[in-house]
């Protein structure tokens, strides 16, 4: 596949998770944290650099360095596909847990719904999962606290 066609697909997918969320950028999904509160970071230094690495070899090129993304990652190109969504705590990546993360990046976007490869043949399910501790780095201590209330629920289930 070429650069091009895998930019398309990763954009697609993350745009599923845009879509799936409902709220059109709006981060209210979890309730706030309780005042003077601090999340508990429950990630290992190591695994994010090794996640930090595998991102920026497969995922840096369409989602930027740091998950930055382009723009205007809301506005759909000409062809009616959102451009990869950023996966800094400024969109949806957040508002999902990671069951939905691993399976999004894995199994890629539902047939006919977007671009993004499934990866699972490609990056190992630890690698994938230091992806995920990598982008999980990258949200505010504020928005981390909301994910693991989100995290929370769906374990819970």
């Known amino acids: 596949m070429t650069r091009i066609s895998i930019r398309a697909v990763m954009a697609l997918s993350l745009a599923l998770l845009v879509g799936a969320c409902g709220d059109q950028g709006q981060q209210a999904t979890a309730p706030a944290p309780t005042a003077g509160s601090k999340p508990s970071r429950l990630q290992d230094a190591e695994q994010v ?76 399910p630890q690698q994938i999962d230091d992806v995920i501790a990598y982008i999980k780095s990258l949200w505010s201590d504020e928005i981390y606290d909301r994910w693991l209330q989100i995290e929370s629920q769906a374990l819970a289930r």
Request: charge should be positive; hydrophobic fraction near 35%; include cysteine.
């Open 49 to 124: 650099a090794r996640g930090e690495a595998v991102y920026n070899a497969h995922c840096a090129e369409c989602h930027g360095i740091r998950g930055v993304a382009t723009p205007e990652w809301r506005k759909p190109g000409p062809d009616g596909k959102y451009p990869p969504p950023p996966l800094d705590d400024s969109a949806h990546a957040w508002h999902h847990p990671t069951v939905v993360l691993r399976k999004v990046i894995a199994k890629g976007s539902p047939a006919g719904m977007g671009n993004m490869p499934a990866w699972e043949n490609k990056l190992s």
